[in-house]
């Protein structure tokens, strides 16, 4: 049972648009949410994160939304930079559902087109 | 990766060899984990350590061993590597238990391929 989802396996999107990444969640317990990116062939490194208790985190051209009642996150990027092609993975944790680790969405590979 | 370091970054092994992964950070946390990454299944978490000798199960441990006898390593053992184990293999540690606003550092991964 996939706790952390992320439907779109893929996005493409124009230099200098909004690219927006979506995850949902089953698990009522999370309290953490981040956002990892990766590149090929390297490790995921982390981007941002939101508290359960917030329902916005902004850092640069980053901001997540979070809307506890859908169970649903978002990841907006403005303006999008071929450099932000990647896969980005939408993560969770919290003690009552995953015992504090991390448990991962599938991923959005997202292109961005010069 | 700073302070986080996965050997080997690539490997080859025939099916039903033991393969042993090695996991070495230089940050002195207390949590080590590790994951495998598939197409279409993202990264799963396979065990994870909360300190010297004290370790456990994630979510796909069935064929995998794990051992941390120092701090600085975690290794991930397959006793008898089977082509289902094929995958990109990341390390990760983390100061806390639970990943608060900064999360997990990986390191940079192991390919590898069991033919």
């Known amino acids: 049972d996939q706790q952390v989802k992320q439907n779109s396996p893929s996005l493409s999107v124009q230099e200098g648009r909004i690219s927006i990444l979506n995850c949902d969640y089953t698990n009522s317990m999370f309290d953490y949410f981040l956002w990892y990116k990766k590149y090929p062939a390297e490790g995921p490194t982390f981007l941002i994160s939101i508290s359960s208790i917030k329902d916005k985190n902004e850092d640069g051209r980053f901001t997540v939304f979070l809307n506890k009642s859908a169970k649903h996150l978002s990841l907006h990027i403005v303006p999008s930079q071929p450099g932000d092609s990647a896969v980005y993975f939408c993560?969770?944790?919290?003690?009552?559902?995953?015992?504090?680790?991390?448990?991962f969405g599938k991923g959005t590979k997202l292109s961005v087109k010069p | 990766d700073a302070g986080i370091t996965q050997s080997p970054r690539h490997k080859v092994t025939e099916t039903g060899t033991p393969v042993t992964l090695r996991c070495h950070q230089t940050?002195?946390?207390?949590?080590m984990y590790w994951y495998r990454q598939d197409p279409g299944h993202g990264l799963r978490l396979i065990h994870y350590s909360y300190g010297v000798k004290d370790t456990d199960k994630g979510e796909v441990s069935d064929g995998y061993s794990v051992s941390r006898s120092k701090t600085e390593d975690f290794l991930l053992t397959l006793e008898s590597a089977t082509s289902s184990q094929t995958s990109v293999y990341f390390c990760?540690?983390?100061?806390?238990?639970?990943?608060?606003?900064?999360?997990?550092?990986f390191g940079s991964g192991t390919r590898l391929t069991v033919v």
């Open positions: 990760a540690i983390s100061e806390v238990r639970a990943a608060t606003n900064y999360g997990y550092t």
């Open positions: 940050e002195n946390h207390r949590y």
């Open positions: 993560a969770a944790s919290g003690y009552g559902g995953s015992q504090g680790n991390l448990i």
